[in-house]
């Protein structure tokens, strides 16, 4: 099932954002999805909560891709998963209760694309913040 996390910045122990990690329905993929409330864009703390979502699912020898999904009005958003490695995969619409319809990009990562990506030192592990579950303490 999904697993809702919470981004805490480790300096300040402030709530700043939130993350899931669930199946992708396409494969043995996972889908990983990321919010960071706008006081708290561009210091990083998406692009670590990604990266440790993409290595949290990896550490699981039976996932072969991670994927996500973006807004195509949200640059910042693309930037991240463009950084954390994820490839182009194409694009649709998506359908949210209470949000109606929005076109999205498709994203994803595979295993062999990662473990070149951490061999190469261009996926650093996250440092500045914290994912918590819901019930951590």
Known sequence: GD????IVDRATGELVG??????????TG???????????????FGTEATQGLIDSAFRNAA??????????????????VEKCGFQFRGAGMVRRPGRGAFPIERFALDRRSWVSLKAWGLAPEPATIALASGNAA
């Open 18 to 27: 939130g993350a899931n990690a669930g199946p992708s329905g396409l494969g």
């Open 3 to 6: 697993t809702p996390l919470a």
């Open 63 to 80: 996932v072969d891709a991670v994927w996500c999904l973006n807004r195509v009005t949200n640059p910042r958003g693309r930037r991240i």
């Open 30 to 44: 996972v889908e990983v999805a990321v919010w960071v409330g706008e006081p708290w864009w561009g210091r990083g």
